[in-house]
């Protein structure tokens, strides 16, 4: 059903479910022939949240050719292509925080976490502490399930169990966020999931609390026209129809806030920032992966670093 003000989810319905799609795609381009990433946690988190088309994909016994493929030879989906985007946009956060780290920044914040394992996987300086912002539920079910595997975090983790919609700012604080201190900042994933006017609200507050010397990185989401979203809807639907006949019942149409908004690099120049843009095919380009057509999916998605 479309999203609502105040709506809620798990890791197997609405906006949640986009996080477990994630993993299973991360999962997917870890086993690939020359991966650009390494994420061992994707697919027993995945596993755990018990969707089984993503349980299917994560572990390969749905391959992504099998999305790939349908009658006409054209894929509405391009699991294969979304998999190879989302391998790039891990490595372009990643490699983000190795630089943010490289420039003395002890202090780090991830925004809407999700099944987001670089608390686990990646190696951390020893003195810098890193905050997981998500809500309450999918904390609660991402620690349980890595504690369970065995998994230890490799740097000083805070979780901060709250909805965005709600005060994160004093909840960070209370767990010990120091604004005073640069601070890397990621919003993986997350813009086009809030409405034009909620992403410039978080843009501003992370402005707020952001010290000089501080880092952003961000997806900017393309604004759309009334006709842009029909047509944006449309080929979102034509993914999901052919989901669901491997058993996967969401409309991914239904989750996303589309319409006019601000564009990310522009709006964090206008409030100081230093911004670097790249876009989406220039990014897999970078990471030896192949570029995307000008109508496939998030191709006219720019990825965002940012320096206070």
Request: charge should be negative; glycine fraction near 6%.
């Amino acid at each position: 059903m479309p999203r609502t003000e105040n709506d809620t989810w798990d890791l197997a319905s609405s906006v949640g479910a986009t996080a477990t799609m994630v993993a299973a795609a991360r999962a997917v381009a870890t086993k690939a022939d020359n991966p650009v990433i390494d994420d061992p946690y994707a697919e027993p988190l995945v596993r755990a949240v018990g969707v089984d088309f993503f349980t299917k994909l994560a572990s390969g016994e749905l391959t992504a050719a099998d999305l790939d493929a349908n009658d006409s030879g054209q894929s509405p989906v391009g699991m294969s292509r979304f998999a190879d985007g989302m391998a790039a946009r891990t490595r372009f956060f990643d490699d983000f925080f190795a630089a943010a780290c490289a420039a003395g920044i002890r202090q780090a914040v991830i925004l809407a976490s999700g099944l987001d394992a670089r608390g686990y996987r990646l190696s951390w300086p020893q003195d810098l502490t890193l905050f997981e912002i998500d809500q309450p539920e999918v904390i609660t079910f991402k620690k349980t399930t890595l504690a369970q595997l065995g998994a230890a975090p490799t740097v000083d983790l805070k979780t901060v169990a709250i909805d965005l919609r709600g005060d994160w700012p004093a909840a960070l604080a209370a767990a010990g966020f120091d604004a005073s201190a640069p601070t890397a900042w990621i919003a993986e994933g997350l813009l086009g999931y809030l409405p034009p006017d909620a992403q410039d609200r978080l843009l501003d507050t992370i402005g707020e609390l952001s010290a000089p010397g501080s880092r952003l990185a961000v997806e900017s989401v393309p604004s759309q026209t009334v006709a842009d979203q029909d047509e944006l809807r449309e080929r979102m639907k034509e993914s999901t129809d052919q989901w669901r006949s491997h058993g996967f019942d969401l409309d991914f149409s239904e989750l996303v806030f589309l319409g006019e908004r601000a564009e990310v690099s522009a709006y964090l120049r206008e409030q100081g920032w230093q911004v670097e843009a790249t876009p989406t095919n220039d990014l897999l380009r970078r990471y030896g992966l192949e570029p995307l057509d000008s109508d496939e999916g998030f191709a006219d998605v720019v990825y965002v670093d940012a320096t206070r």
